[in-house]
T-cell receptor, first 114, second 115 residues
Framework: ELKVEQNPLFLSMQEEKNYTIYCNYS?????LYWYRQDPGKSLESLFV?????AVKQEGRLMASLDTKARLSTLHITAAVHDLSATYFC??????????????FGQGTILTVHP | EAGVVQSPRYKIIEKKQPVAFWCNPI?????LYWYLQNLGQGPELLIR????????DSQLPKDRFSAERLKGVDSTLKIQPAELGDSAVYLC?????????????FGPGTRLLVL
């Protein structure tokens, strides 16, 4: 059974600081996704990482994937209040009947304060 | 382009009552998913459709949950009878599907409270 673990689960950051959220998964994966969820809202796709060494950046967020270590990171640079949300990583395993099935981590609740 | 549409957005019912949720995926998306999200957790897949066929329903509690996607577009998820533990957010997602692995786009969800 595929397991996905994120840490930390709670992250309180000051504005302008940098921090990293980690996502570990237990079995070989085909794709790794990062989603953002605001309170009471649905999930918004941030990044899709397809291969070992993949790195994607959008604004103050940068995601990377190390398939050998089964680890993805979401790095936040110079945080601003608008980044406050819950961030989920999700792993897709395309084997057998699990094709297209996403297994999500527990989520990291990020709060950015002055 | 319209996103995934779900209704109702909120539903409060008493235990043992039936409830149904509706989802309209993004136009042209063949694959449709229903997820369950408990408070403070990530979504968990309940069922996945490729067009009108349920290709993965292994996580759907079939004693009380049912789903259909009769014409391969809209889908309905039903619970009968509802239990207190069913209180959660029910998310619908869609993707292009087929042989192409595509990003899943999520709807706003239906927040269910069972009293």
């Amino acid at each position: 059974e595929l397991k996905v673990e994120q840490n930390p689960l709670f992250l309180s950051m000051q504005e302008e600081k940098n921090y990293t959220i980690y996502c570990n998964y237990s079995t070989t994966s085909d794709r790794l996704y990062w989603y953002r969820q605001d309170p009471g809202k649905s999930l918004e796709s941030l990044f899709v990482l397809l291969s070992n060494g993949a790195v994607k950046q959008e604004g103050r967020l940068m995601a990377s994937l190390d398939t050998k270590a089964r680890l993805s990171t979401l790095h936040i640079t110079a945080a601003v209040h608008d980044l406050s949300a819950t961030y989920f990583c999700a792993v897709e395993y395309a084997g057998g009947t699990s094709y297209g099935k996403l297994t999500f981590g527990q989520g990291t609740i990020l709060t950015v304060h002055p | 382009e319209a996103g995934v549409v779900q209704s109702p957005r909120y539903k409060i019912i008493e235990k043992k009552q039936p409830v149904a949720f509706w989802c309209n995926p993004i136009s042209g998306h063949n694959t449709l998913y229903w997820y369950l999200q408990n408070l403070g957790q990530g979504p968990e897949l309940l069922i996945r459709y490729e067009n009108e066929e349920a290709v993965d329903d292994s996580q759907l509690p079939k004693d009380r949950f049912s789903a259909e996607r009769l014409k391969g577009v809209d889908s309905t998820l039903k619970i009968q009878p509802a239990e207190l533990g069913d209180s959660a957010v029910y998310l619908c997602a869609s993707s292009l599907g087929g042989t192409v692995q595509e990003t899943q786009y999520f709807g706003p969800g239906t927040r269910l409270l069972v009293l």
